[in-house]
């Protein structure tokens, strides 16, 4: 936004905004490596989560702060996702009063496979979003979980590392 630019300029800031596709290789390598990366609302409107992670860990030199829609951890499933696309009225209908915004494809409303990344694609709990994090080379330093939202600070795994 034009505020953006004339307090970026008026820092003399080396913040640099970038918006595109993750899912594109020119975005991806154009883009390149950055000491910290941050991304809010994309990963539940994600068909392809761990994907659209490890693109991220490509962009991440140090640190990802990830902030996404969650939901409620499922007594005696750890690691439990919710695919939204596949549910019918009656399962839509648990999701729509909780998740906030006032039209939420493949929740509020039905799934419309011509709007891709307009949909919710997946409900992630804590654990789960825990769980990608690592499998996708990030270490997790810090998780604040609100109810439906969560925040992840992670760094990226060392070589040979847990």
């Excluded at 004339?6 to 800031?13: D, L, N, Q």
């Excluded at 490596?33 to 809010?40: N, P």
């Excluded at 994600?46 to 693109?55: D, F, V, W």
């Amino acid at each position: 936004t034009a505020a953006f630019e004339a307090e970026h300029k008026r820092r003399s800031s080396s913040v640099r905004f970038v918006q595109g596709d993750l899912h594109d290789p020119a975005t991806v390598r154009d883009v390149g490596v950055h000491d910290v990366v941050w991304c809010s609302g994309v990963l539940y409107h994600a068909p392809h989560p761990l994907l659209t992670l490890q693109h991220l860990r490509e962009l991440t030199g140090r640190r990802l702060i990830l902030s996404t829609a969650t939901i409620p951890e499922v007594p005696g499933i750890k690691q439990a996702c919710v695919l939204y696309p596949g549910l019918d009225a009656g399962g839509r209908a648990i999701f729509a009063p909780v998740l906030p915004g006032p039209t939420r494809l493949a929740i509020s409303e039905p799934f419309d496979p011509a709007e891709s990344y307009g949909n919710w694609w997946w409900g992630i709990t804590p654990s789960a979003l825990r769980g990608m994090l690592t499998a996708t080379g990030f270490e997790l330093e810090e998780l604040i979980v609100t109810p439906f939202a969560a925040t992840a600070v992670a760094r990226v795994a060392e070589a040979g590392g847990e």
